[in-house]
Nanobody, 124 residues
Framework: QVQLVESGGGLVQSGGSLRLSCAAS????????MGWYRQAPGKQRELVATIRSGGSAGSTNYADSVKGRFTISRDNARNTVYLQMSSLKPEDTAVYYC???????????????WGQGTQVTVSS
């Protein structure tokens, strides 16, 4: 079994910063891309940022709405992905979900795994 556990959400004022973390655990053979998605009330889940397994420059992708404000990174030794969020706006308020493409020790192919979500609330 694989688990993704997020942490770091909370309440912050507009213009503030937060750092989200997501640690993957279990019978992991390899983690490919990792990413963050978010879902605001009454809206569909949307991509925030992704990062490929290499983690090198050019391996990241961001939604236009967060470019220049959010930074995704990963620590492969810890099977952890981070999302540094700065200059937060009220419209960033949402539940943030971690996602990872993981091949398990017993698996032949990789599968998508999701965390339970962490609430981020930005007050105006």
């Amino acid at each position: 079994q694989v688990q993704l556990v997020e942490s770091g959400g909370g309440l912050v004022q507009s213009g503030g910063s937060l750092r989200l973390s997501c640690a993957a655990s279990g019978m992991i053979f390899m983690i490919n891309a990792m990413g963050w998605y978010r879902q605001a009330p009454g809206k569909q889940r949307e991509l925030v940022a992704t990062i490929r397994s290499g983690g090198s420059a050019g391996s990241t992708n961001y939604a236009d709405s967060v470019k220049g404000r959010f930074t995704i990174s990963r620590d492969n030794a810890r099977n952890t992905v981070y999302l540094q969020m700065s200059s937060l706006k009220p419209e960033d308020t949402a539940v943030y979900y971690c996602n990872a493409d993981i091949r398990t020790v017993e698996g032949t192919f990789s599968n998508q795994y999701w965390g339970q979500g962490t609430q981020v609330t930005v007050s105006s």
